[in-house]
């Protein structure tokens, strides 16, 4: 029976230039309880009696994570296009939907969902030997053409957080069961979120983004908009979200494939984890970067999202991400 496997100086201090925002205060209270609710295509995470995020596999061309509500329950993603009446949102890029998970295979666009679907076929939010803070989702990623079947994915999501903090830890195991299939090299992949557009680096006024208030930077003490496709164990984009200072990391695990990955990381708020688009982020020649399956071989990536309430020091992100470094216990997932 086939199975699934579930399985470290700053030089840049770039903050809002609001002295009287306060920094990330540690923990002072324990881990609310993660609890679901499942119906319609939709799996709500609650940490304790207050909505996390929610599951939504039906509605999109791809299962997406949206809402996503911040400690303080302060909403952390751009709303549309699932949300078409949001004032100070920019309509581009209708693909970017809030955070999700594609990348082009064999020529294959389930980025762009031009040319492929991922279907989500089963979702399991109970399961022998299973924390109570993790379910699980496999999903088909179909060409939309001939309804070929490429590959199976299947990712357990995991969550937790406290009084100033929320995460999402997603361990994806990928398996080609329908022949080799290859990740192809291209910058418009994997792992992605798009931030709350407060939390963009610049403006645009004819999109009627008007006014920003984002910074960001790298594990590598890379800022701005230059730590486009530069390699880095974790990203912070941080900044006030409707006047309320917030920060959002995004970490790379030390096992997963190229670490550290290299950054599809826009100014405009999207920020994504590829380790593929070798040949757009390094200059590398052409199709250096694809990375091929073998009928029946698999490959896992795993990677966390962090949600915090104040801004953030790089030495505190560097801390979060020793934590989510450490093991975690080791699934073995059944068909």
């Known amino acids: 029976m086939k199975c699934f496997l579930l399985f470290s100086a700053f030089a840049c201090s770039i903050f809002c230039c609001c002295a009287s925002v306060a920094a990330v205060e540690p923990d002072t209270g324990a881990t609310p309880n993660v609890r679901f609710e499942h119906a319609d295509k939709k799996l709500k995470v609650f940490l304790g009696d207050q909505h996390f995020t929610t599951f939504d596999y039906g509605s999109h061309d791809k299962p997406i994570l949206y809402p996503i509500l911040g400690p303080g329950q302060v909403g952390m993603t751009r709303n549309w296009p699932m949300k078409d009446d949001v004032v100070g949102e920019a309509h581009d890029h209708p693909h970017h939907k809030s955070m999700w998970i594609t990348h082009e295979i064999s020529g294959v666009d389930f980025w762009g969902e031009k040319g492929g679907e991922v279907q989500t076929a089963t979702i399991e ?133 190229r670490h550290p990955t290299t950054w599809h990381a826009r100014d405009y708020g999207l920020v994504t984890a590829n380790p593929f688009g070798l040949h757009h982020f390094l200059g590398k020649e052409k199709g250096s970067g694809a990375y091929r399956l073998k009928d029946g071989e698999t490959l896992t990536l795993r990677y966390r999202v962090e949600f915090l309430n104040g801004l953030a020091t790089p030495e505190e992100i560097e801390s979060r991400y020793e934590a989510f470094c450490t093991p975690v216990e080791r699934l073995v997932f059944q068909e």
């Open 125 to 257: 939010a109970e399961f022998v030997g299973k924390p109570k803070n993790v379910f699980r989702a496999t999903s088909l990623w179909v060409k939309k053409s001939d309804g070929k079947t490429l590959l199976t994915d299947q990712t357990a999501y995991r969550f937790g957080g406290d009084k100033n903090s929320r995460w999402i830890d997603c361990t994806i195991t990928y398996r080609a069961d329908h022949g080799d299939i290859t990740f192809d090299d291209t910058k418009e992949g994997l792992f992605a979120i798009r931030t709350h557009p407060d939390l963009r680096l610049n403006a645009r006024p004819a999109q009627g983004v008007a006014e920003v208030f984002g910074t960001a930077v790298n594990s590598e003490g890379v800022g701005g908009k230059e730590i486009w496709g530069k390699n880095a164990k974790w990203l912070l984009y941080q900044g006030p979200i409707d006047g309320k200072p917030m920060s959002i990391a995004m970490f790379d695990h030390p096992e997963n494939l």
